[in-house]
């Protein structure tokens, strides 16, 4: 199999720095159950990547609330809409044709999608 090329920059000195500083934070102030927090830390290292649409679409509202609360963040204020790897999701690219992005996430306009290519990445 031949390598990908590789579109999400990695982080500059001060922002690998920054990062690890908010993991490290969120794991010490957690309590709770520690998948929980394994989870909300993997959405953000994900969310660099593939940004807040993509992690709208593979989790439900609640479940990026949870993550959030745990992070001490908000994924659209943290997160470009589409990251540098969003069209590696299949979710994304199936999302494309949708007319209202909200809507389809929400479940109001349907999209053909299997909860397998929900969540997988070319």
């Given at each position: 199999m031949?390598k990908?090329?590789r ?8 922002e690998a720095?920054e ?8 794991i010490r102030e957690?309590a709770g159950q520690?998948?929980e927090v394994e ?24 479940t ?11 994924v659209?204020e943290?997160f470009?809409?589409?990251?540098p ?9 199936l999302?494309?044709d949708?007319?209202n992005f909200?809507k389809?996430?929400?479940?109001e306009?349907?999209v053909?999608i ?9």
């Amino acid at each position: 199999m031949a390598k990908k090329k590789r579109k999400t920059p990695l982080a500059t000195e001060t922002e690998a720095i920054e990062r690890y500083r908010l993991m490290d934070h969120a794991i010490r102030e957690f309590a709770g159950q520690l998948d929980e927090v394994e989870s909300a830390l993997g959405m953000y290292v994900l969310g660099h990547h593939v940004g807040w649409k993509v992690l709208h679409l593979i989790h439900s509202k609640r479940t990026i609330k949870k993550y959030e609360d745990i992070l001490g963040i908000r994924v659209t204020e943290i997160f470009e809409a589409e990251g540098p790897d969003a069209d590696r999701a299949v979710v994304f690219k199936l999302m494309k044709d949708v007319s209202n992005f909200w809507k389809a996430v929400s479940g109001e306009e349907k999209v053909p999608i299997g909860r397998e290519a929900r969540r997988s990445i070319e």
